[in-house]
């Protein structure tokens, strides 16, 4: 993979290298590729938990409900 940065943005890594932060510049572009998945998916947890707390009145959680849960994350719809 190749891409181009601008000047400042190659001497802002180097810096961070340079000061010890990351052992070289693929290391940095990584945490940096690390950071953001993990933002991504507290954004979509984040969503997940408010679309449930919209979603309604819950029900209580019997072997029934579990069974069905179960199946339908399987794929099975019955």
Request: glycine share 8%; no cysteine.
């Amino acid at each position: 993979m190749s891409f181009a940065l601008p000047e400042s943005m190659r001497e802002y890594i180097d810096a961070r290298v340079r000061d010890g932060d990351y052992g070289n510049t693929s290391e940095y572009l990584r945490e940096l590729i690390r950071r953001d998945q993990e933002q991504q998916a507290v954004a979509r947890l984040r969503t997940l938990i408010a679309d449930g707390l919209a979603s309604g009145d819950g029900r209580p959680v019997t072997d029934d409900v579990v069974a069905d849960l179960r199946a339908r994350a399987l794929g099975d719809d019955g």
